[in-house]
């Protein structure tokens, strides 16, 4: 979900900085392309979230559900879940729960079907002798192995806010340290609400 985000403001960027260049390099102020840009980037995002609530609201598999299929097709700990509604590619339309193996370096995406809950297929990655990325996963991995709250448990608490369409661990500097970050479409929402769930007690706040 944020990695969408990002990508989407990079773009804007460049719609925003090209537009202005081109209507400087006229002679013009640049105001109404940089206006045209946010304009067309704000369209994009509303397709965005009714695509993504549309898809929230057919899917049959919770992300409880989802987690519990990927755990028994590859036992672990899970770090992630997250509906991804991207239609144009099967294989990244539905649940991609991310399941550390028994082995830390041992990274399992776990592709669930949203409406059967049948586990399409599953992606591995061993990090092993990829230093760079041991080293930038193994706090994520001690973070979710120590939590006293699995993301399962943090998905069914924030469930009660609606339908959860993410769950992970937080890393934004803006949200409660030690946290899961869940993403919760409510009843009758355009798009997702951001909720946390702290790793030790439980605790849901917003």
């Known amino acids: 979900?944020?990695?969408k985000l990002v990508l989407a403001t990079a773009a804007a960027?460049?719609?925003v900085t090209g537009g202005t260049a081109v209507a400087l390099a006229a002679g013009g102020t640049g105001a109404a392309p940089v206006q045209q840009a946010r304009a067309?980037?704000?369209r994009d995002d509303e397709r965005d979230d009714e695509?993504?609530?549309?898809?929230?609201?057919?899917?049959?598999?919770?992300?409880?559900?989802?987690i519990d299929a990927a755990v028994k097709a590859r036992p672990g700990t899970v770090v992630s879940a997250e509906l991804d509604d991207d239609k144009d590619d099967a294989d990244d339309d539905g649940w991609e729960v991310v399941v550390l193996g028994a082995r830390g370096s041992t990274t399992h995406t776990v592709h669930i079907d949203p409406v059967s809950g049948r586990v399409l297929g599953t992606d591995t990655e061993d990090d092993s002798d990829d230093r760079?990325?041991?080293?930038?996963?193994?706090?994520?991995?001690?973070?979710?192995r120590s939590a006293k709250v699995s993301a399962r448990q943090a998905a069914q608490t924030a469930a009660a806010k609606g339908i959860v369409t993410?769950?992970?661990?937080?890393?934004?500097?803006?949200?409660?340290?030690?946290?899961?970050?869940?993403?919760?479409?409510?009843a009758g929402g355009a798009h997702d609400d951001d909720w946390n769930v702290d790793v030790k007690t439980g605790t849901l706040v917003d």
């Open 1 to 3: 979900m944020k990695r």
């Open 13 to 15: 960027v460049a719609l």
């Open 40 to 42: 067309a980037l704000d």
């Open 51 to 66: 695509r993504e609530a549309e898809a929230a609201r057919e899917a049959r598999i919770t992300a409880v559900q989802a």
């Open 132 to 144: 760079d990325d041991s080293d930038d996963d193994s706090d994520d991995i001690a973070a979710a």
């Open 166 to 186: 993410s769950v992970e661990l937080t890393n934004e500097d803006d949200a409660p340290a030690g946290s899961w970050d869940v993403g919760v479409l409510p």
